[in-house]
């Protein structure tokens, strides 16, 4: 994509100010998530499956559509990435006391040895990753990374400063993603 030249002392436009950023954020992203891909599936476990197993074990106890809500999966795909990390001995089902509907979900033993042997693969990577960077950078991009996410997390709970939702719901995004092919 081209851009327009500005001329010296003229203020940058918001997509010039945040090209770098866009760029930047895209690339780290997608690393992330073919690293994710690659060690997560060399522990026989689809990308999925890692993410849930991750938050099951930070959150003991939590509610099958919690996660769901987490992972923005329908409830009968975490329901499916759920048993299958059952089925391989990762995870057991609970009914909630309040609610013998819902499920709570836990790690078990193996689970939370097979969560910790990941963690511990991806923490040397990290290690080696930062060992270019001096303490105060790391302690700066650990800040900054810390703000961005919690900035995207609450936004992903309120509603756009546009007052229209940041996305719509999936059956609506659906028939206009049909609607374009026709």
Same mark, same amino acid.
């Given at each position: 994509?081209?851009?327009?030249?500005?001329?010296? /002392?003229?203020?940058?436009?918001?997509?010039?100010?945040?090209?770098?950023?866009?760029?930047?954020?895209?690339?780290?992203?997608?690393? +992330? #998530?073919?690293?994710?891909? %690659?060690? +997560?599936?060399?522990?026989?476990? @689809? !990308?999925? #499956?890692?993410?849930?197993?991750?938050? +099951?074990?930070?959150?003991? /106890?939590?509610?099958? !559509? %919690?996660?769901?809500?987490?992972?923005?999966?329908?409830?009968? @795909?975490?329901?499916?990435? @759920?048993?299958?990390?059952?089925?391989? /001995?990762?995870?057991?089902? *609970?009914?909630?006391?309040? %609610?013998?509907?819902?499920?709570?979900?836990?790690? @078990?033993?193996?689970?939370?040895?097979?969560?910790?042997?990941?963690?511990?693969?991806?923490?040397?990577?990290?290690?080696?990753?930062?060992?270019?960077?001096?303490?105060?950078? =790391?302690?700066?991009?650990?800040?900054?990374?810390?703000?961005?996410?919690?900035?995207?997390?609450?936004?992903? =709970?309120?509603? *756009?400063?546009? /007052?229209?939702? %940041?996305?719509?719901?999936?059956?609506?995004?659906?028939?206009?993603? #049909?609607?374009? #092919?026709?």
């Amino acid at each position: 994509m081209a851009r327009s030249r500005r001329k010296e /002392g003229e203020p940058k436009s918001a997509p010039d100010e945040l090209a770098g950023f866009d760029d930047a954020l895209w690339r780290l992203n997608r690393v +992330i #998530q073919f690293r994710d891909r %690659d060690r +997560i599936c060399c522990a026989g476990l @689809t !990308v999925s #499956q890692g993410h849930a197993l991750e938050l +099951i074990a930070r959150t003991p /106890g939590m509610r099958l !559509v %919690d996660l769901a809500e987490r992972l923005h999966l329908d409830k009968s @795909t975490a329901t499916r990435v @759920t048993a299958a990390l059952v089925a391989l /001995g990762y995870v057991r089902r *609970s009914p909630a006391p309040a %609610d013998a509907r819902a499920s709570l979900l836990a790690c @078990t033993v193996k689970g939370k040895r097979a969560h910790a042997e990941l963690r511990a693969l991806l923490a040397m990577e990290h290690l080696q990753l930062v060992a270019e960077l001096s303490e105060r950078e =790391r302690a700066t991009v650990t800040s900054v990374l810390t703000r961005l996410a919690n900035l995207l997390e609450r936004r992903e =709970r309120t509603p *756009s400063v546009m /007052g229209e939702p %940041d996305c719509c719901p999936k059956e609506q995004a659906h028939a206009r993603f #049909q609607r374009r #092919q026709t």
